[in-house]
């Protein structure tokens, strides 16, 4: 298999930047903003943005993490991993904007499970979704809201998203 590399460590640092605006620009500020992370990269890329957009805002953003494993619609054809933590902020969801955060949007299916996962803790006022790269090949009506970067890909290739606080490294590659 052969790998070429799509995004690099300033590629992944400046597409969360501007995420990180558009956010704050798309929620008029940073009131009511939760960040919730799909494990297990997007748990990594939402306490990123957390940060940037805490920084960019001047006020501390909560973040958290929403797992999604037992809501997936696959799980009869596909081995299950163990699930991970649910961590919702102290002050909840209820009332809030939550943004969903994701490395990779595929077929939406993820999402999609996300979406229930979020009714089981509570009833935010609005779901956004952030996603580091968009891949296309969309199998169900779901579109970001925020995106770092468009990589159009074929079915039969891979794209990997490896982040230093767990690969040690910073990058998005795709395999053929």
């Keep these: 298999m052969s ?3 799509v995004l690099q460590e300033a590629d992944i640092t400046r597409a969360l930047t501007r995420i990180a605006h558009e956010i704050l620009e798309s929620n008029r500020g940073a009131d009511g903003l939760v960040l919730l992370g799909i494990p297990t990269r997007g748990v990594t890329l939402a306490d990123r943005l957390g940060a940037i957009v805490s920084g960019i805002a001047q006020t501390e953003i909560p973040v958290g993490s929403l797992d999604i ?3 997936r ?3 009869s054809r596909h081995p299950t991993r163990a699930p991970k933590r649910t961590e919702i902020p102290e002050d909840g969801i209820d009332g809030r904007t939550v943004v969903l955060v ?3 949007l ?3 299916r ?3 499970a996300a979406l229930d996962a979020i009714q089981s803790v509570g009833r935010p006022s609005v779901v956004r979704l952030a996603i580091l790269v968009d891949r296309g090949h ?3 009506p779901i579109r970001p809201d925020f ?3 468009n990589i159009p890909s074929a079915r039969t290739e891979r794209v990997n998203v490896r982040l230093r606080e767990l690969d040690g490294a910073d990058e998005v590659t795709i395999e053929s």
Aim: no cysteine; net charge negative; proline share 0%.
């Design 73 to 75: 619609d696959d799980l």
């Design 3 to 5: 790998a070429r590399t």
């Design 106 to 108: 595929f077929s939406g």
């Design 102 to 104: 994701d490395d990779v």
């Design 69 to 71: 494993t037992l809501f």
């Design 110 to 112: 993820s999402i999609r």
């Design 138 to 140: 969309r199998e169900l």
């Design 147 to 149: 995106v770092g970067k």
